[in-house]
């Protein structure tokens, strides 16, 4: 008797692994719309979960993309409909992971603005507004010819009225020279871990919108983001993008962490391998990307070393200057004791392979007691993206005199 039972309960179990192990979007969408028939309020959780989950493996197993996109699509948005109903917060969080996913695994699928825009509906409701908006911002840049551009422009427009009072917000020209700017790190990669556990990868994110804000206000340039959330992007694609972009500079923006959180101050750098101890230390950290560069990293410094001639050195050092420059000029006056580290030099690996005058700035040390915390305070941020800017824009007006 124990062994009969036994026996069925063996043979009943391999049967379910074996159907959970087949199951295309078809067979998936077909229970969906079963339960969402006879639970009309998504009270069924397990149920629910288990469905979603299926829709994830389908997204894998199914041949036909768009069978997969969908499927994808289906788990995001029902992670998105549960969170109205139970743990708001996590599904909502798992929502944005799987539309993000969806995005970058079917970036030219027809999906790809729709889960844009589900995503910015997710994080306006978070409260994260800024990052809502640029994904709104890039179904418009790189889907124009989408179904989902006009809702994002009404979105867009509304969203700026609302932000800046009165001041409805025009178009910029899309004949702008492009800037691109390089929020450093983001996804698994955290980057430099700061005081009461504030991570580089926000910092960078935050001062690097609010630099975009300010030099849009200019009208004088467009500026891209090599990414506008928090997520994921291998060094040697930042550079692609502003290759791409044809981009006039590339800025890549980064907080600072020393070995005895001791150190504190602003520092920018341009690309060369004729660094000294500590740029080379420095860059070693910034050259880390959570994987190994494995071969990448062995052929850095015969890059480097060919790079340099084709290099545009002198504007890069110059744009550096003005950086450094302009971050001190306007956060000296609010915090005197910030210091002025200079411009150096340094092999890091996401100035490599550009065709533009380009830098990468440490805006402070984000481990230091007293700077680290201020770089958690929305003041602060506002001040180094106001230097930064202000050091962008004047380079222009430099090189443009000549
Ligand atoms: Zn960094």
Same mark, same amino acid.
């Given at each position: 008797m124990?062994?009969?039972?036994c026996?069925?309960f063996?043979?009943?179990?391999?049967?379910s692994i074996?159907?959970?192990?087949?199951v295309?979007?078809d067979?998936?969408?077909q229970?969906?719309?079963?339960?969402?028939?006879?639970?009309l309020?998504f009270?069924r959780?397990?149920?629910?979960?288990k469905?979603?989950e299926d829709?994830?493996s389908?997204?894998?197993?199914?041949?036909?993309?768009?069978?997969?996109?969908?499927?994808?699509?289906?788990a995001?948005?029902?992670?998105?409909?549960?969170?109205?109903?139970?743990?708001?917060?996590?599904n909502q969080l798992?929502?944005?992971?799987?539309l993000?996913?969806?995005?970058?695994?079917?970036s030219e699928?027809?999906?790809?603005?729709d889960?844009?825009?589900?995503?910015?509906?997710?994080?306006?409701?978070?409260g994260?507004?800024a990052q809502?908006?640029?994904?709104?911002k890039e179904?418009?840049?790189v889907y124009?010819?989408?179904?989902?551009?006009?809702?994002a422009?009404q979105?867009?427009?509304?969203a700026s009225?609302?932000s800046?009072g009165?001041?409805?917000?025009?178009a910029?020209?899309?004949?702008?020279?492009?800037?691109?700017?390089?929020?450093g790190h983001?996804?698994?990669?955290?980057g430099?871990?700061?005081?009461?556990?504030l991570?580089?990868k926000?910092?960078?994110l935050?001062?690097?919108?609010?630099?975009?804000?300010?030099?849009e206000?200019?009208?004088?340039?467009?500026v891209?983001l090599t990414r506008?959330?928090d997520?994921?992007?291998p060094?040697?694609?930042r550079?692609?993008?502003?290759?791409?972009?044809?981009?006039?500079?590339?800025?890549?923006?980064?907080?600072?962490?020393?070995?005895h959180k001791?150190?504190?101050?602003?520092?920018t750098?341009?690309?060369d391998n004729a660094?000294?101890?500590?740029?080379?230390?420095?860059?070693?950290r910034?050259n880390?990307?959570?994987?190994?560069l494995?071969d990448? &990293?062995?052929?850095?410094?015969?890059m480097?070393s060919?790079?340099?001639?084709?290099?545009?050195?002198?504007e890069s050092?110059?744009l550096?200057?003005?950086?450094?420059?302009?971050?001190?000029?306007?956060?000296r006056?609010?915090?005197?004791e910030l210091n002025?580290l200079g411009?150096?030099a340094?092999?890091f690996?996401?100035?490599?392979?550009a065709?533009m005058?380009?830098?990468?700035?440490?805006?402070?040390?984000?481990d230091h007691?007293?700077e680290g915390s201020?770089?958690g305070?929305d003041?602060?941020?506002?001040?180094?993206?106001? &230097?930064?800017?202000?050091g962008?824009?004047g380079?222009d007006?430099?090189?443009s005199?000549?």
């Amino acid at each position: 008797m124990q062994v009969a039972l036994c026996v069925t309960f063996v043979l009943s179990g391999t049967t379910s692994i074996l159907a959970a192990e087949n199951v295309g979007f078809d067979a998936v969408h077909q229970r969906y719309l079963s339960l969402r028939n006879t639970d009309l309020e998504f009270k069924r959780v397990p149920e629910w979960n288990k469905v979603a989950e299926d829709f994830i493996s389908a997204s894998w197993q199914e041949h036909d993309p768009l069978k997969a996109q969908r499927s994808l699509y289906e788990a995001a948005i029902l992670f998105k409909t549960l969170a109205k109903n139970q743990q708001a917060s996590w599904n909502q969080l798992r929502s944005v992971a799987l539309l993000e996913e969806l995005v970058g695994r079917f970036s030219e699928g027809t999906l790809a603005d729709d889960a844009l825009l589900a995503q910015s509906e997710i994080l306006y409701s978070l409260g994260q507004h800024a990052q809502a908006r640029e994904l709104l911002k890039e179904i418009v840049e790189v889907y124009p010819s989408s179904d989902m551009v006009f809702v994002a422009r009404q979105r867009l427009n509304r969203a700026s009225a609302a932000s800046e009072g009165a001041k409805p917000s025009r178009a910029l020209p899309n004949n702008l020279p492009v800037i691109v700017l390089d929020p450093g790190h983001g996804g698994e990669d955290f980057g430099a871990l700061g005081v009461g556990g504030l991570l580089e990868k926000d910092v960078a994110l935050s001062i690097s919108l609010r630099v975009k804000k300010l030099i849009e206000e200019s009208e004088r340039f467009r500026v891209v983001l090599t990414r506008a959330t928090d997520k994921f992007s291998p060094l040697a694609e930042r550079m692609h993008l502003a290759n791409r972009l044809n981009a006039a500079l590339f800025l890549s923006i980064h907080a600072n962490a020393s070995v005895h959180k001791k150190l504190s101050g602003v520092e920018t750098y341009y690309l060369d391998n004729a660094a000294d101890k500590a740029s080379a230390t420095l860059a070693e950290r910034e050259n880390k990307v959570g994987a190994p560069l494995g071969d990448l &990293g062995e052929d850095l410094s015969f890059m480097i070393s060919d790079l340099i001639q084709n290099a545009k050195l002198p504007e890069s050092i110059a744009l550096a200057k003005s950086v450094q420059r302009g971050v001190v000029r306007i956060v000296r006056p609010k915090h005197p004791e910030l210091n002025d580290l200079g411009v150096k030099a340094g092999p890091f690996y996401v100035l490599v392979g550009a065709h533009m005058p380009c830098a990468l700035v440490e805006v402070s040390f984000i481990d230091h007691p007293i700077e680290g915390s201020s770089l958690g305070s929305d003041q602060y941020r506002e001040l180094l993206a106001q &230097g930064i800017a202000e050091g962008i824009l004047g380079i222009d007006r430099a090189s443009s005199r000549r």
